[in-house]
């Protein structure tokens, strides 16, 4: 059984930085691609960031240049460096499969909030 666990998020101020990181489990986790996605108050939840078993990266536009995602197959984690918050980076941050969906069971998420 796939068991995501978030962790990292907080209070920022805006310009500040967090590390997100995500522990799984019941997974061949080097096998997979890796996402980090957000879902802010009345939005739909959007791919932030992806990596793949081949550590091949891919940005939403509105990240680029300020986060980085990695991982570490040895202890099954995906962490995801964000520099230069922005109040619309507020939002719950989940992991999940990347390409083709997210396709397993979301964990609790962290919450990230980035204050003006």
């Known amino acids: 059984q796939v068991r995501l666990v978030e962790s990292g998020g907080g209070l920022v101020q805006a310009g500040g930085s967090l590390t997100l990181s995500c522990a799984a489990s019941?997974?061949?986790?080097?096998?997979?691609?890796m996402g980090w996605y957000r879902q802010a108050p009345g939005k739909q939840r959007e791919l932030v960031a992806g990596i793949t078993s081949y550590y091949s990266t891919r940005y939403a536009d509105s990240v680029k240049g300020r986060f980085t995602i990695s991982r570490d197959n040895a202890k099954n984690t995906v962490h995801l460096q964000m520099n230069g918050l922005k109040p619309e980076d507020t939002a719950v941050y989940y992991c999940?499969?990347?390409?083709?969906?997210?396709?397993?069971?979301w964990g609790q998420g962290t919450q990230v909030t980035v204050s003006s």
């Open positions: 999940n499969r990347y390409q083709p969906e997210p396709t397993w069971p």
């Open positions: 019941g997974i061949a986790f080097s096998a997979y691609g």
